[in-house]
């Protein structure tokens, strides 16, 4: 049931078991899950369009899920919460949904599912769900407070909303991070968790281009547009995918999932040559008495304007390859290998796919995600430090803790 405006009776604030805070992913599928079990679940919005962020979520065709979502594909400060609501509702559970709402669907790569038409399709799925199990959603609802009620009252929380008061026995965030704030992002839930007491850790932007300083663009801006594959790492983390060069810095998919791992200061290492090994590349052409110059060999090796630029930023010599020392290529092959490279920032939550970060976990608890000292509060999706992948995995961790918390609000 999809309303925009209830009137009070006599002036009374409106009563329900569960009200969501949150018309996302994460806030529906609780939503239905909650109304499956019998309980009357209302799912509030501020925004005036469902799954604003699933609908513009991969190129509008929303990476819905990944098929080898496990809990290695998440960042958090405790790399165990995720397990027991990945386990308990896993990929192919949300799967077998798009199958029985008759979704046409593909794997792209890498275990990415993506709607064939529109992610629409999903928004529609989630609505469908909440309507059949009985949970009303209201848009354009913004949560103004939520506050304990006095102990003897029959509900625990009384939720202030610029359309009246409301009052339930249990209350979820589902609200979100802070990535993408032209669609409606805001930090209503962080603050939330903050006022009952729970830690939020540090928030940043993630799944998201990194900026580089300004010797950088100089060297490499008018490349803008080139892209490579590469195996990039930072920390312990290695991606092998495609990297951008752009008038900012870099992007593409590598660094996006890189972004998740990066901190400032951290240096990142990029492959550039993942499949062919430079040394051997440049030494068997010296071997073979080959006259060509150095110059020319990158150029054969990485395109023309990627290799020219690679060329000068190596320093390399620009003769031929038969006068080069093999110490010298070799010096050379190993940086083509592991170029390090200090980003200056992230891009910004205004295109950051996801917000690395939010309520610690050690606040909830794995099974049901109900917050320990505040019995009755329950937080899940991209409000909780648990971040996934680039991929389909956070849309992933939205169905399973929202499933986790609906089965046990």
């Known amino acids: 049931m999809l309303s925009g405006e209830k009137m009070y009776r006599g002036g009374m604030n409106e009563q329900w078991d569960v009200i969501v805070l949150g018309a996302g992913g994460a806030g529906m599928m609780c939503a239905a899950t909650a109304a499956r079990r019998g309980r009357r679940t209302l799912a509030l919005d501020h925004g005036d369009k469902l799954g604003r962020k699933i609908l513009i979520s991969g190129g509008g065709r929303c990476n819905f899920t990944n098929i080898g979502a496990g809990p290695a594909n998440y960042y958090s400060d405790n790399e165990h919460f995720a397990k027991s609501a990945l386990a308990r509702y896993t990929s192919r559970d949300f799967l077998g949904l798009v199958e029985k709402h008759g979704i046409p669907y593909y794997e792209k790569k890498l275990?990415?599912?993506?709607?064939?038409?529109?992610?629409?399709?999903?928004?529609?799925?989630?609505?469908?769900?909440?309507?059949?199990?009985?949970?009303?959603?209201?848009?354009?609802?913004?949560?103004?407070?939520?506050?304990?009620?006095?102990?003897?009252?029959?509900?625990?929380?009384?939720?202030?909303?610029?359309?009246?008061?409301?009052?339930?026995?249990?209350?979820?965030?589902?609200?979100?991070?802070?990535?993408?704030?032209?669609?409606?992002?805001?930090?209503?839930?962080?603050?939330?968790?903050?006022?009952?007491?729970?830690?939020?850790?540090?928030?940043?932007?993630?799944?998201?281009?990194?900026?580089?300083?300004?010797?950088?663009?100089?060297?490499f801006a008018e490349i803008s547009g080139v892209s490579i594959d590469t195996k990039a790492t930072v920390r312990d983390k290695t991606f092998r995918e495609n990297i951008l060069f752009t008038h900012q810095g870099l992007s593409g998919p590598a660094i996006l999932q890189l972004s998740l791992?990066?901190?400032?200061?951290?240096?990142?290492?990029?492959?550039?040559?993942?499949?062919?090994?430079?040394?051997?590349?440049?030494?068997?052409?010296?071997r073979e008495g080959s006259r060509r110059t150095m110059k020319t060999l990158f150029t054969e090796r990485f395109t023309e304007r990627l290799g020219e630029k690679l060329f000068q930023e190596f320093g390399v010599p620009e003769v031929p390859v038969m006068e080069v020392a093999d110490a010298t290529l070799k010096k050379i092959a190993a940086g083509l290998h592991r170029w390090e490279l200090y980003p200056l920032c992230d891009g910004g939550y205004g295109k950051a796919e996801v917000t690395r970060g939010g309520v610690a976990t050690g606040e909830l608890s794995s099974k049901t995600l109900e917050a320990k000292k505040v019995p009755g509060l329950f937080c899940v999706g991209e409000v909780v430090d648990v971040t996934g992948w680039l991929g389909g995995y956070n849309f992933q961790w939205a169905w399973a803790s929202g499933v986790a918390a609906g089965s046990s609000v």
Request: overall charge negative.
């Open 111 to 219: 275990g990415q599912l993506f709607c064939r038409d529109s992610a629409q399709s999903i928004v529609e799925l989630l609505r469908a769900e909440c309507e059949e199990s009985g949970a009303e959603i209201r848009l354009q609802t913004k949560i103004e407070d939520v506050e304990l009620m006095p102990e003897g009252s029959s509900h625990r929380f009384l939720v202030k909303t610029n359309k009246g008061n409301l009052e339930a026995e249990s209350v979820v965030i589902a609200t979100g991070g802070l990535s993408i704030p032209k669609i409606g992002a805001t930090e209503i839930g962080y603050k939330l968790a903050r006022k009952f007491g729970l830690a939020v850790t540090r928030l940043d932007a993630a799944l998201v281009s990194l900026s580089m300083p300004p010797e950088f663009l100089s060297r």
């Open 261 to 286: 791992h990066w901190f400032p200061k951290d240096p990142i290492f990029l492959d550039l040559s993942p499949d062919v090994p430079m040394e051997e590349f440049f030494l068997s052409r010296k």
